[in-house]
C-alpha cells in the first residue's frame, strides 16, 4: 500500500458526459502527479500540482482539466468524453517540487475509466 | 523530444534464470532514472532507481545499471522467481519549466515461468 488513495476504483459512463476522479495523497506529500495509461500508449504524464498550484503540464487535453485543494487532495476533471478516454488514470505524489529528479514518486491504485 | 524506448516488450523466462530490461532516452538533461513494477490491477510501484552521478546500483536481486555516455540504463534480475511476473516500466526524468516530470517507457511484460 503505497499511501496514495484514489477514488472512485471504476467508472462507466457514456460519451460526452464529464466525470471527477479524486486523489489524496500520502501524509505529508506536497505534490501530485496525474497519469494516464491506455493499452497502447503506456504511462502518459498529464498534469503536476505543488501545494496547489499547477507546476508542469504534460499531454493534457484541453477537456481536461485539474486542482488541488488547500487539504492537498486533487480532482482530475474529464469533460466531453470520447471513447478513446477510456484508460486507468493514476495519481502519484511525492515529497516536494522536483519529484522527476529528487523525489520518489508513488503511485495510487488507479482509476479504471469506460466510456461506452 | 522527450523519449525513453524500452525493449523488450515482453519477455518469457524460466525460474532461476535472469532478465534483462533495457532503455534509452533522448534527453541528455536526464538525471534520474526509476524502475517501477506494476502488477495486474495495482499502480506501479518503484522497485529501485538510479542517479546520473552514479554508474550502477544493487538491491538484493534487482541491479540497476547507467550508462550516460550512451544514454543508455538496464534493470537486471537474478534468480528469477514466479512473484517477480509483471510488467516493468522504465523512467527518465525530464526538467520541464518549475520541476522536472517522468517520461516513461512503454513497459515489459515479465513472464516467470516455474
Known amino acids: 500500500d503505497s499511501g496514495v488513495t484514489q477514488t472512485p476504483k471504476h467508472l462507466i459512463t457514456a460519451t460526452g458526459q464529464r466525470v471527477t476522479l479524486r486523489c489524496s495523497p500520502r501524509?505529508?506529500?506536497?505534490?501530485v502527479y496525474w497519469y494516464q495509461q491506455s493499452l497502447d500508449q503506456g504511462l502518459q504524464f498529464l498534469i503536476q500540482y505543488y501545494n496547489g498550484e499547477e507546476r508542469a503540464k504534460g499531454n493534457i487535453l484541453e477537456r481536461f482539466s485539474a486542482q488541488q485543494f488547500p487539504d492537498l487532495h486533487s480532482e482530475l476533471n474529464l469533460s466531453s468524453l470520447e471513447l478513446g478516454d477510456s484508460a486507468l488514470y493514476f495519481c502519484?505524489?511525492?515529497?516536494?517540487?522536483?519529484?522527476?529528479?529528487?523525489?520518489?514518486?508513488?503511485f495510487g491504485p488507479g482509476t479504471r475509466l469506460l466510456v461506452l | 523530444g522527450e523519449n525513453v524506448e524500452q525493449h523488450p516488450s515482453t519477455l518469457s523466462v524460466q525460474e532461476g534464470d535472469s532478465a534483462v530490461i533495457k532503455c534509452t532516452y533522448s534527453d541528455s538533461a536526464s538525471n534520474y532514472f526509476p524502475w517501477y513494477k506494476q502488477e495486474l490491477g495495482k499502480g506501479p510501484q518503484l522497485i529501485i532507481d538510479i542517479r546520473s552521478n552514479v554508474g550502477e546500483k544493487k538491491d538484493q536481486r534487482i541491479a540497476v545499471t547507467l550508462n550516460k555516455t550512451a544514454k543508455h540504463f538496464s534493470l537486471h534480475i537474478t534468480e528469477t522467481q514466479p512473484e517477480d511476473s509483471a510488467v516493468y516500466f522504465c523512467a527518465a526524468s525530464v526538467p520541464s519549466y518549475n520541476t522536472d516530470k517522468l517520461i516513461f517507457g512503454t513497459g515489459t511484460r515479465l513472464q516467470v515461468f516455474p
Open positions: 501524509s505529508g506529500d506536497l505534490s
Open positions: 502519484a505524489s511525492s515529497v516536494g517540487l522536483s519529484g522527476g529528479d529528487q523525489e520518489t514518486q508513488y
